[in-house]
C-alpha cells in the first residue's frame, strides 16, 4: 500500500466528521494544486517576458510569495490530515504496541499546540498587517500570512481529529496499535 492509500486509508470514513475533513483536505489539495498550476504558468510568463519581450512583469515576485505560502501551509494541513507528514518513525517501529500508540498521541498532541500557535500568532500577524498593501500588486499584506493562519487552524482541526479517533478506538493508522 502506498503512503497516499495507507494516509487516506487512516480515517473511517463512516462517521460525518471524517468525510466533513476529507471534504476538507480535497478543497485544500484543488487550491494547492491550482496554486502550483498559476506559480508554473506566471513564471514562464516571466522568463518570456524578461527574455523575449525585454520588459519584466515585476508583479510576479510578489504573487509568486503569496502562492508559496497557499501551497506550503495547506499542503502541510492535508499532510497532517492524510498522515503523510514528516516524520521519524524509526523510534516508533522498534518500541511495543502500546508505546507506540502513545508516541502517536504525543505527535497528535504536539501537532495540535503548534497548529494553535500558527493559528494564535499568524491570526494576530494578519490583523496586524492587512491595513498595508503589498507593493506591486496591491493587495492586502496580511494576505501573506493568512495561509498560516487557515493552516494552522486545519491542522488543529485534523490533529484533534485524528485524537478522536484514537479515544474511540476508530484510528486506523499503522504506527497505533497493530
Given at each position: 500500500m502506498s503512503d497516499a492509500q495507507e494516509g487516506t486509508a487512516a480515517t473511517d470514513s463512516g462517521s460525518g466528521l471524517d468525510r466533513l475533513l476529507d471534504a476538507i483536505a480535497a478543497l485544500c489539495r484543488f487550491i494547492t494544486g491550482v496554486s502550483?498550476?498559476?506559480?508554473?504558468?506566471?513564471?514562464?510568463?516571466?522568463?518570456?517576458?524578461?527574455?523575449?519581450?525585454?520588459?519584466?512583469?515585476?508583479?510576479?515576485?510578489?504573487?509568486?510569495?503569496?502562492?508559496?505560502?497557499?501551497?506550503?501551509?495547506?499542503?502541510?494541513?492535508?499532510?497532517?490530515?492524510?498522515?503523510?507528514?514528516?516524520s521519524v518513525s524509526l523510534l516508533r517501529g522498534l518500541?511495543?504496541?502500546?508505546?507506540?500508540?502513545?508516541?502517536?498521541?504525543?505527535?497528535d498532541l504536539l501537532l495540535a499546540g503548534f497548529g494553535l500557535l500558527m493559528l494564535i500568532y499568524g491570526g494576530q500577524l494578519t490583523l496586524f498587517k492587512w491595513g498595508s498593501l503589498i507593493p506591486l500588486i496591491g493587495l492586502p499584506e496580511g494576505l501573506r500570512s493568512l495561509p498560516l493562519t487557515v493552516g494552522g487552524g486545519l491542522i488543529v482541526l485534523f490533529s484533534l481529529a485524528h485524537l478522536w479517533r484514537v479515544v474511540q478506538g476508530r484510528d486506523l493508522r499503522r504506527d497505533t496499535i497493530e
Open positions: 502550483l498550476v498559476v506559480l508554473t504558468v506566471i513564471f514562464g510568463w516571466l522568463v518570456f517576458g524578461r527574455y523575449v519581450l525585454n520588459a519584466t512583469p515585476t508583479w510576479v515576485e510578489q504573487a509568486a510569495l503569496l502562492l508559496v505560502m497557499v501551497i506550503a501551509f495547506l499542503g502541510a494541513a492535508v499532510g497532517v490530515h492524510e498522515h503523510t507528514h514528516l518500541v511495543p504496541a502500546w508505546l507506540r500508540t502513545v508516541f502517536v498521541v504525543a505527535t
